[in-house]
């Protein structure tokens, strides 16, 4: 399976918009982009996914890069609610999630 | 209804025990998910099923059995557990099973082996 690299954590205020990166040199011509959360003692929560253009849902955009190599999942006005662990996962066979970056969000 | 319900939601059990975990959805979905969580680490998969039949078993120990008697249901078996297995036991269910598709997670099983 390609692998994800992101960064452990980062950190917003409150309603401001938050870019979480990640980037995925070995991506295969056919996996998919996911982006999982997991808020404290919950499990994962879809949040979005894309092949190649960008995407957006209720919740979230996903920009890709033109080469595929990276991707940036884009948060419009973070809320407290939003702090949670965010995972970018290739769809290789099955799902398997990276480390993820931990996303704290201040007042 | 979008829910995908994992019992018990805490488990304590000693090493000579044998237990079992529950998942249940009713979304239709054909393919069903066990990802084993420790503290402050990504979910592991361990077991997948498509149809009712194991697909993908991530050459989890024999200890962990899981089965699946119908679309609907999923139980994952423990015997002579190891207290390293103490872990967040995750459930998650998709419409057939194919890696495009979003999963649905339930709150999972908080076990501690004794």
């Known amino acids: 399976d390609a692998k994800t690299t992101q960064p452990n954590s980062m950190e917003s205020n409150e309603e401001e918009p938050v870019h979480l990166p990640c980037n995925h040199s070995?991506?295969?011509?056919?996996?998919?982009i996911h982006w999982y959360r997991q808020l404290p003692s919950q499990g994962p929560e879809y949040v979005i996914h894309?092949?190649?253009s960008n995407v957006n849902n209720r919740m979230a955009s996903l920009a890709i890069a033109e080469d595929r190599k990276s991707s940036t999942l884009i948060l419009h006005r973070a809320t407290l609610r939003d702090a949670a662990v965010y995972y970018c996962?290739?769809?290789?066979?099955?799902?398997?999630f990276g480390k993820g970056t931990s996303l704290l969000v201040t007042p | 209804d979008t829910e995908v319900t994992q019992t018990p939601k805490h488990l304590v059990m000693g090493m000579t025990n044998k237990k079992s975990l529950k998942c249940e959805q009713h979304?239709?979905?054909?393919?069903m998910y066990w990802y084993k969580q420790k503290a402050k680490k990504p979910p592991e998969l361990m077991f997948v099923?498509?149809?009712?039949?194991?697909?993908i078993n991530e050459s989890v120990p024999s200890r962990f059995s899981p089965e699946c008697p119908n679309s609907s249901l999923l139980n994952l078996h423990l015997h002579a557990l190891q207290p390293e297995d103490s872990a967040l036991y995750l459930c998650?269910?998709?419409?057939?099973?194919?890696?495009?598709?979003?999963?649905?997670f339930g709150s999972g099983t908080q076990l501690s082996v004794l």
């Open positions: 998650a269910s998709s419409q057939v099973g194919i890696p495009t598709e979003k999963l649905f």
């Open positions: 894309g092949l190649t």
């Open positions: 996962i290739l769809s290789g066979y099955a799902l398997n």
């Open positions: 099923y498509s149809y009712e039949k194991l697909s």
């Open positions: 979304m239709g979905h054909r393919a």
């Open positions: 070995t991506i295969s011509g056919t996996d998919y």
